[in-house]
Each structure stands twice: as structure tokens, then as C-alpha cells.
């Protein structure tokens, strides 16, 4: 009997034992056929996610962000316990002591899907596994990939610390509105950082892995607040937070950005403009536009908000100036439909969903509006931001539309969508709506500091949001006679001297489409007349003759050295500016007169530096802008004595023909095209210009430290008008622009060279005159050192004076009758035009 029972409790021992060893060899065998070809999980160890790339301001303010994915990440040292401890709460409270998988959490998902019939299938997953799914699998919820989780889990564990686990989680997981990881997620719906969080806010963020469309903090307010509140309750009773604290977090209200609770963080930063979207071109190409979306960089950009600003306001002025000047209403072309107009939230919520620009201030905020009524004398409107128990009465008055031709009635019907603007009285108060368009003429402005190359303000054109094509960048345009000091300095530098006298006389052409006949912008001739009255002047016929005697070779190369073309033809034409460039490059290029002849590249970036804050580019040692402080690392530095600053810039030209071109270019704005609209307390130097039927105005200038530039025109060149000028139309916004950059950053006189050596001369005639004589006429010359300049020689480019035309007579005022020699000796007095023959109007000017 006792064998016998022996035999049978030993045959169930057996079966039993022979039962658990098939079944482990079962389950082995499924893990080793499921775990043959998984991913490696030795990546995650270097896995970096994607993250935003911010843009900071010269003074580290974030200006503007750009992401495929929202995600800030933050190492797992920089997150506090309470945030870690709310997740783990709500996703894994066996996080720290399971390894990797939970036995008992999957045997109860098992026992819970078996009672409900399959209803209630949770997925039991640890954050481990969830990382797993994450990063190296699918988000399926097959069996198959639940045993590959299991297997990766239990080797990533062995493989990654639980803190390196946690932070991978934390900086990957979505939890809605676009924001990926807790960082992002923090400022998304509470505009806080993550050491801000009282434990409440943790739990609502530790809710949302679960499924963040289903919690939605207004959608889903009460499901939100249940789960949140089980997050508590779980941290409580883990142990994370103290009864009186649960108790007290449990009791407050769901608060978020979502429900106008706190101010979204957005609103904080700038709308996004030209300067930060270049930013974003230029860095997509250098790195990739994949890296820089996703590299998580940190750009010190080198914009000045305040003279952005001061930009954006000065370009926008003079377009708008221009366009009130057509005296016509063209509007948005955008309309809502009537029927919503006797509705306030009807057609409050369709000007909301227009598509239209919102980023316009000048001389205050222009609000997008509806017409609602047109009367005889007023138009009632809806303002889109401007509640309707605001006390200012939403109407324009017929008065406000003087500037454009037409009745109201004409111009307006109910639904159109216009823009408006607060009008004040001289006291400072409200008067009334005032109607506003934005302009059909565009143009582009910059401005960057002469001697680093670092932009302060770029303006592409009138709204970025209207048209987010660059101008300043991306606009090829002729630059007209702001190309002329290019063609001057050519000659300075071969030999030829601010009183070289060049004949001012008609010149003809043979080219394969005729004839060339190019004129100055007077209509006029003046005869044998100094370089620097020509550059004052803009004298077309002389620059024409200038570019001849120089070789048009040597000017496209100079051209080409200074940046301002890759490759300039050789057509004697574009000695005028025919040829075309950006404004980016012409004001690179008269930074280089400005500094005294030195290379020097723009650039809208300080450094940039990758998410674990290595520099991985500096402006200050790029290659041609490299600055070597020698002293810089020396602890026994003498008190009071500075580092040596050591400049290892190219030289692009002479000292000395720099600075002759810029005292030729200060008579330009002291007595030339330019004097006329700029006028600064600093020294200035600069040069207008005006295409051919004035398609392109420009004005470039500079003071001792500053160089802008602005060119105004129509995207689809035009003629702007007979008055166009880029002395008249650019002049302003570039005088506009620098008050404020003088009273910002200074300015003095232009560094005189040890070479120079000065010698009077009479302006208009070149001839030398003694050191004591005085008088409007007389100008101090910059001739160099040892240099014996030779007075009285006459250049006129080889070119024939063609047929009998009147010299103007120095001196003499342009655009009025005078007393003049002709060229047969006779008397007479002419009128604003010159004699001769038949002048076409080829040229620029």
C-alpha cells in the first residue's frame, strides 16, 4: 500500500514537473522565437528626440520657436520628483522595484478581460514597456507585441539606469495639444516650467498619457478632473504626498491655458517676422531643414527688438505714404457672408477663421474689421477684437475717406472686410475709427552694424503674414545709381582722385536693339565736371565715361570682390546698376566703406548651440570675421587695462579710397540727391537711387557704426511715378530709422586714414585752391601720402561728344532757366531742358 501510494504521488510529481518544464520550455521558446530579430535597445542609450530649436534676441528673449514635434527636453536630473512621481503614480507604481515587466499587473489585466468577455482590455504596461512601444515597436495591441515588449523591457533594464528609463519617457510621451513630453506639456496648459507645478497640475499632466484626446481640459472637463483627482489619491497613498496636501490639491478647480485660466505662453513671444524666418532658411540649409527642426538648437539671434520695430514702422510709413497717395480704395478683396451680420458672434466667429494678416502696427494696431452698414456719410462697422460694449462707437466718418476718390457706396457694400485704426485727437484721446489698407507696392529694409556684420532690424515688406516673401533677401532687383560707388571706388583705387575731371556730355551707344542714348536725370549736361560733384549729382553720362576709361572689368571685379554680384556682366549699362542684386548684398557692401575697407559678412546669427548647449557655430570666429582677444584668458590681467582685440579681417580695399568715397558720399546727403530727406546729427554718408521710369527706388547709407539700406517697388516691376526717387522715398524711412539708431548707438566722425593728405579744391571745377579759401564751394580733398595729384586733365571715356548740347555753368541751380555759353561761344538763357536733338530716355538715373 505505502509503494503504491508512493508510486502514484511520484507519478504526479512527475507529470507535474515533466507539465511546468513543458510549459517553461513553451514559453522559452516562444521568447527566443519572438526575441531572435528585435530592434537593438543600445540606441535608446544615445537617442536623442526630436526637440524645438528656439530663437533668442540679442537681449535672450525668446522670440520664436520652430518644431516638427513640441517637445522641450529636460535630462532627468532637471525634473523634479513630483512630476516623475505623479506619472509613476498614474502609469507604474512598481516602477522602481519591477524589472521591466509586472507579473501581477498583467495577470490581473488577464483576470479583468477574461470577466468582462474581452470589454475591458487594459494594456497593463509598465513605463518600461512603454518606452519599448514607443521607440522600437508598433502601437498595436496584438499579443505578438506585448511578448516583444516583455523581452525588450527586460533587457533594456539591465542595460539603462531606472532615472535614464524615466527620462526618456517623460521627453517622448504625447500628451496632447500638440506638446510632446512634460516640458512642453507644462507650458502648453499652464505656461509654467516644471519646477512651477503644484502637485495638482503634475497629476493632470500624469493623466493625459492614458488618452490625451479624451481628456481634453474643456471637451472633457469632468472625465479630466475624476482621473486627476485618482492620480492624487494614488500619490497619496504611495506615499509621494502627505494627507493635508491631498486633501487641499484634491479640492481645487481644473485650471488651464485651454480655459483662459493662464496666459498662453505664445502670446509672450512676437508674432513671427522676417528676421526669425530667415533665420530658418539660412540654418535648413546649412544643417538640414529635417536637423533643424528637430536638433533642438538654441539661436542667439543678433536682432535689436527695438529697432525692429523702429524698421517695420519706418518701411511701412513711407509704402502707405505712397499708396494714400494713388488716392484709390482697393481694400482686402474679402468678404463674410450678410446674413451673419445681424449676429455678434455670427460674424465675430467668421472674421475669426479669415486667413488675413494680423501683424500690422503703424502708428497703433490695425484690427480686422466688418462693414455691417454703409451710410451717406459713415460706415458702421465690427471690430474684431473690440468688444461691443467698448465706449469707442464702431464707425468710420466720411471724413476719414477723403483720401480716395468715390462714394462710400461705391467703394463698400455690407460684409466687406477692412482694416482700421485707432485716429487720436492732439490731446492724446480717441477721435475715431480710421480706415486702412495695406499697400500693392512693397519694398525691404535693413540695418547692420558696419563693423561686426551682426543685422539689427530687417523689414521684408509690409506684413509677414500678408506675403512672407523676403525682400531684402530674396528680391533680385536693379539697384540703379546706388550701384555708382562701386564704379567710383574702382577708379579711386586705379589711380584717379575725387578732383579727376570727367566730361558730363551726351553719349551714343550702338547696341543690337539700337542706339543707346542714356541721359542724366535732368535731362541736362554740365561739361567737364570733378568725381565728387558726379557722385553728388548722380551724373549718369559721367559714370558711363568713368566706367570706359576703368574698363568695365575692373569694376565688375570690384563688384563682384565687395559681393555685390557672383558674376556681373560686362555691359557697359550695368556701370548704372542694370544688373541685379538684393538689398541684403548692397548693404553688405557699403558696410565695407564704412569700416574703412574691411571684409566683413552679415549675419543674422550671434552662435548657435546644440540642446546640451555646446557651441556649434560663433558669428565672432566664422571664417572672415574672426576677432582674436589675446588677453581675453589671462587671470593676471593688470586692473584697468583691457584686452587686446587682434583683427584678422581681409582688407578689400584701400584704406584711403575708402575713406574718399565716403566723404564723397557724405556731399550726397550734406548737398547731393539725399539732402533733401536725410538729416542726422552724426556724420552720413550714403547714395540714392533711381531705375530707369523709377521701377526701383533705393537709398543705402551709414554713420561711423551703423549701415541701412531700403529699396521700395512693385513685386511685378512698374513704374512708381514721375516724382519717384529713392532720395524722395527711401530717403525718409533710412532718416526715420537712424534717428533712433543714433540716439541708440552713437556716432562720430568717419576715421580719417594716416595717408590722407588734404588739399582744397573749388567742387565744381576741380581746380586746386589755397590752404585759407572758404566759401560754399570749397572742399577739403583726401589725397594720398606722398602723391602729387595733377590738376586740370579731362577724361571722357573715348566717347565722342556727340552733336551741340548746353553746359550748365557750376553752380547753377538745376531745374530752372539760366544764363549759359553754348558751344559756339554765343549768350543765352535755357530752360529746365537741354538742346540737344532728340533724347531718348535710356539709362538709369
Known amino acids: 500500500m505505502t509503494r503504491f501510494i508512493l508510486s502514484f504521488f511520484g507519478g504526479i510529481f512527475s507529470v507535474i514537473t515533466l507539465g511546468l518544464l513543458m510549459v517553461a520550455l513553451t514559453i522559452g521558446a516562444v521568447f527566443w522565437m519572438y526575441g531572435r530579430d528585435l530592434p537593438s535597445h543600445e540606441s535608446l542609450a544615445q537617442y536623442t528626440p526630436p526637440t524645438i530649436s528656439r530663437i533668442y534676441s540679442a537681449e535672450g528673449r525668446v522670440i520664436d ?75 498595436d495591441r496584438r499579443a505578438e507585441r506585448k511578448i516583444k515588449e516583455i523581452i525588450l523591457a527586460s533587457r533594456v533594464e539591465s542595460a539603462l539606469s531606472k532615472e535614464k528609463i524615466l527620462e526618456l519617457y517623460l521627453n517622448e510621451i504625447f500628451l496632447g495639444q500638440n506638446a510632446y513630453g512634460v516640458t512642453a506639456a507644462a507650458q502648453v496648459y499652464f505656461n509654467k516650467t516644471l519646477s512651477q507645478l503644484a502637485p495638482h497640475e503634475a497629476a493632470t499632466l500624469a493623466s493625459m498619457p492614458k488618452a490625451p484626446s479624451n481628456y481634453h481640459p474643456v471637451r472633457n472637463a469632468d472625465r479630466l478632473l475624476d482621473r486627476r483627482n485618482f492620480v492624487l489619491r494614488e500619490m497619496y497613498e504611495n506615499g509621494y504626498i502627505d494627507r493635508g496636501t491631498y486633501l487641499v490639491e484634491e479640492a481645487q478647480p481644473l485650471r488651464s491655458v485651454q480655459n483662459d485660466d493662464f496666459e498662453p505662453y505664445q502670446r509672450a513671444m512676437p508674432p513671427r517676422d522676417y528676421f526669425t524666418d530667415e533665420i530658418r532658411r539660412q540654418l535648413s540649409r546649412d544643417f538640414g531643414e529635417e536637423q533643424f527642426f528637430s536638433g533642438g538648437y538654441n539661436v542667439r539671434a543678433t536682432l535689436d527688438p527695438e529697432m525692429q520695430e523702429e524698421a517695420a514702422e519706418a518701411l511701412r510709413r513711407a509704402l502707405e505714404r505712397y499708396d494714400r497717395g494713388l488716392g484709390t480704395w482697393r481694400g482686402t478683396g474679402v468678404t463674410i457672408p450678410v446674413e451673419t451680420l445681424e449676429d455678434e458672434a455670427a460674424w465675430r466667429a467668421a472674421l475669426v477663421d479669415l486667413n488675413v494678416a494680423r501683424d500690422i502696427t503703424l502708428d497703433g494696431k490695425w484690427h480686422v474689421a466688418v462693414v455691417r452698414e454703409v451710410r451717406a456719410d459713415e460706415l458702421v462697422l465690427g471690430i474684431e477684437d473690440v468688444p461691443a460694449d467698448d465706449p469707442r462707437a464702431p464707425v468710420v466718418p466720411r471724413s476719414d475717406t477723403s483720401w480716395f476718390s468715390g462714394d462710400l457706396d461705391a467703394n463698400f457694400g455690407a460684409g466687406a472686410v477692412v482694416y482700421v485704426r485707432e485716429e487720436m485727437t492732439e490731446e492724446g484721446g480717441f477721435a475715431h475709427w480710421s480706415l486702412r489698407q495695406i499697400p500693392e507696392v512693397q519694398g525691404g529694409f535693413m540695418a547692420m552694424d558696419a563693423n561686426t556684420g551682426r543685422v539689427i532690424a530687417m523689414q521684408g515688406g509690409f506684413s509677414y503674414q500678408d506675403s512672407v516673401f523676403n525682400r531684402a533677401t530674396q528680391a533680385q532687383r536693379q539697384p540703379g545709381s546706388s550701384f555708382k560707388p562701386f564704379v567710383y571706388a574702382s577708379a579711386l583705387d586705379s589711380g584717379y582722385t575725387p578732383a579727376t575731371i570727367v566730361v558730363d556730355a551726351p553719349i551714343e551707344v550702338d547696341t543690337a536693339q539700337g542706339v543707346w542714348r542714356p541721359r542724366n536725370a535732368s535731362n541736362r549736361f554740365y561739361g567737364p565736371t570733378p568725381l565728387r560733384t558726379g557722385i553728388e549729382r548722380s551724373r549718369n553720362l559721367m559714370t558711363i565715361r568713368l566706367a570706359q576709361e576703368v574698363g568695365m572689368d575692373t569694376v565688375a571685379t570690384y563688384a563682384e570682390r565687395f559681393g555685390v554680384y557672383d558674376d556681373m556682366g560686362r555691359n557697359i549699362a550695368n556701370s548704372l546698376g542694370a544688373d541685379e542684386t538684393t538689398l ?51 587671470a593676471a590681467l593688470p586692473e584697468g587695462r583691457a584686452p587686446r582685440i587682434i583683427n584678422q579681417r581681409e582688407r578689400v580695399m584701400n584704406a584711403v579710397t575708402a575713406y574718399q568715397l565716403t566723404s564723397m558720399m557724405q556731399g550726397v546727403v550734406e548737398r547731393g540727391t539725399a539732402a533733401a530727406t536725410v538729416n542726422l546729427p552724426v556724420p552720413t554718408a550714403g547714395k540714392t537711387g533711381t531705375t530707369n521710369d523709377a521701377k526701383d527706388v533705393w537709398f543705402v547709407g551709414f554713420t561711423s557704426n551703423i549701415v541701412a539700406g531700403c529699396y521700395i517697388g512693385y513685386d511685378q516691376p512698374q513704374p512708381l511715378g514721375a516724382s519717384a526717387s529713392g532720395g524722395a522715398m527711401c530717403g525718409p524711412v533710412f532718416d526715420e530709422f537712424m534717428e533712433e539708431a543714433v540716439a541708440k ?8 586714414p594716416d595717408e590722407c593728405q588734404f588739399i582744397k579744391i573749388d567742387r565744381f571745377s576741380g581746380s586746386r585752391l589755397s590752404d585759407d579759401a572758404s566759401g560754399p564751394n570749397v572742399v577739403a580733398e583726401c589725397f594720398r601720402e606722398g602723391e602729387v595729384p595733377i590738376f586740370g586733365i579731362q577724361f571722357d571715356g573715348g566717347f565722342a561728344v556727340s552733336g551741340d548740347f548746353d553746359r550748365i555753368a557750376p553752380g547753377e541751380e538745376e531745374g530752372q532757366a539760366r544764363n549759359v555759353t553754348t558751344s559756339t561761344g554765343e549768350q543765352g538763357v535755357v530752360g529746365p531742358r537741354a538742346g540737344f536733338g532728340t533724347l531718348s530716355s535710356g539709362g538709369l538715373y
Open 584 to 634: 541684403y548684398r548692397m548693404v553688405a557692401a557699403y558696410a565695407m566703406f564704412a569700416n574703412g575697407g574691411e571684409r566683413v559678412e552679415p549675419t543674422l546669427i550671434d552662435r548657435v548651440q546644440d540642446r546640451y548647449g555646446k557651441t556649434i557655430y560663433s558669428h565672432e570666429t566664422a571664417a572672415g570675421n574672426a576677432r582674436v582677444c589675446i588677453d581675453c584668458d589671462d
Open 65 to 139: 520657436e520652430f518644431a516638427q514635434e513640441r517637445r522641450l527636453f529636460t535630462p532627468a536630473d532637471q525634473i523634479p520628483d513630483l512630476v516623475k512621481q505623479a506619472f509613476i503614480s498614474a502609469e507604474d507604481k512598481n516602477f522602481y522595484s519591477h524589472q521591466g515587466y509586472d507579473p501581477r499587473g498583467i495577470a490581473a489585466a488577464f483576470v479583468d478581460a477574461v470577466r468582462s468577455r474581452g470589454q475591458d482590455v487594459r494594456g497593463a504596461s509598465t513605463i518600461t514597456q512603454q518606452v519599448m512601444k514607443n521607440f522600437l515597436l508598433s502601437g
Open 745 to 752: 548707438y552713437g556716432g562720430g566722425p568717419f576715421d580719417v
